[in-house]
């Protein structure tokens, strides 16, 4: 059993974190501002609400909790969002996560799981994408990203802080026994909007059709949430056992576009999804794949939803869950 701290524990990958490590008997505080997550995905009594930048707060969380690591997850997510209003997500990302190492310091806390993200690749020279690819960036929450990881390279190399981040692909899905899912707001993200589109019939926006992709839209890897939350306590177990510091692909292994994952949506729930054909969104590469070998040789880890089909039926019973009826 370790002492965890989970940061942005209250989102959706890294509720589905906590819950995972909580039923594996690990003691895991979490701290979240709630300004994008939900009170509701913490198990009760494990909820600090306290933003990165509030160094006398963090301390009191530390100077109690006596963590053996942190799993940071606490970040804003939406690409366009981060086109708009740079600041934003240079400040939260990269400064909250400063704040959060500068915490760790002073409390001795030397073992960090970092939530990173395919979008540090911007448009990949290969695709599958391996670690080792050039780095560049499209969009202001992939370089967010990146400077944090550049940061935790740097303190591997002058401090005793070891570390793992996790460059993950699209995260999706849920895990019906936690009662937990999705859930933004605003939603940016395609398979609930698949979802809105099905339930409501208004139409998702396809952003662009004219990429160099088979049939011209977006392909992205996308990997279940439950998949990605072993991977955390993957890391997190090589690390409490001195395991060394390193920088891992998380993702499925397989591109679907945007008109597949429609496709997939239909299927799943026998219903039609309207959509529209528009602009291309600001800051979207054409293809996301990785290759997860490093991770997979590594770790032994195997994602267990290994077709579209499996993703999108887990997020469609979450859904329904939230909505009542089918
Ligand atoms: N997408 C879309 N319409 C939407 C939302 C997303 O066509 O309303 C596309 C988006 O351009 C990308 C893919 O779906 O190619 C996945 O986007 P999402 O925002 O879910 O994840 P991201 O790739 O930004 O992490």
């Known amino acids: 059993m370790a002492r965890i701290l989970v940061t942005g524990g209250a989102g959706y990958i890294g509720s589905h974190t906590t819950h995972h490590l909580l039923s594996l008997g690990h003691d895991v505080q979490v701290l979240d501002d ?6 509701h995905n913490v198990p009760e009594g494990r909820l600090h609400v306290v933003n990165l930048h509030d160094t006398a707060a963090l301390d009191r969380v530390f100077s109690k909790g006596h963590f053996d690591a942190v799993i940071h997850f606490a970040a804003f997510i939406a690409v366009g969002e981060s086109v708009r209003e740079p600041e934003k997500y240079f400040r939260n990302n990269t400064g909250g996560s400063l704040s959060l190492l500068d915490t760790m310091r002073r ?6 799981v970092f939530s990173s993200t395919a979008a540090v690749y911007g448009n990949p020279e290969h695709v599958p994408i391996v670690e080792d690819q050039t780095l ?7 370089e967010s990203k990146l400077m944090t990881e550049t940061t935790l390279r740097w303190l591997d190399e002058c401090s005793s802080l070891r570390y793992v981040a996790l460059r993950y692909f699209n995260a999706c899905g849920a895990e019906s026994k936690y009662g937990i899912g999705e859930e933004h707001e605003p939603e940016t993200h395609l398979i609930p909007l698949i979802f809105r589109a099905i339930r409501t019939g208004k139409p998702i926006t396809v952003f662009g059709n004219d990429y160099p992709t088979p049939d011209g839209t977006c392909v992205r890897d996308y990997v279940h949430v439950s998949d990605l939350a072993e991977a955390h306590r993957l890391a997190l177990d090589s690390l409490l056992a001195g395991g060394p510091s390193g920088v891992f692909n998380a993702g499925m292994g397989q591109g679907y576009s945007v008109m597949e994952v429609i496709r997939a949506a239909e299927t799943v729930t026998g219903r039609q999804a309207s959509f529209t054909l528009g602009e291309r969104r600001e800051g979207d590469p054409a293809e996301l794949v990785a290759d997860s070998s490093k991770l997979q040789k590594t770790f032994g880890w195997k994602p267990k939803y290994d077709t579209l089909a499996s993703i999108v039926e887990s997020a ?3 859904d ?5 009826a089918v």
Request: hydrophobic content about 35%.
């Open 136 to 142: 560049k960036p499209v969009n202001p929450y992939g």
């Open 107 to 112: 409390h001795g806390v030397r073992r960090l």
């Open 34 to 39: 709630l300004s994008k997550g939900y009170a």
């Open 316 to 318: 469609w019973a979450f």
């Open 320 to 324: 329904a869950h939230k909505h009542g």
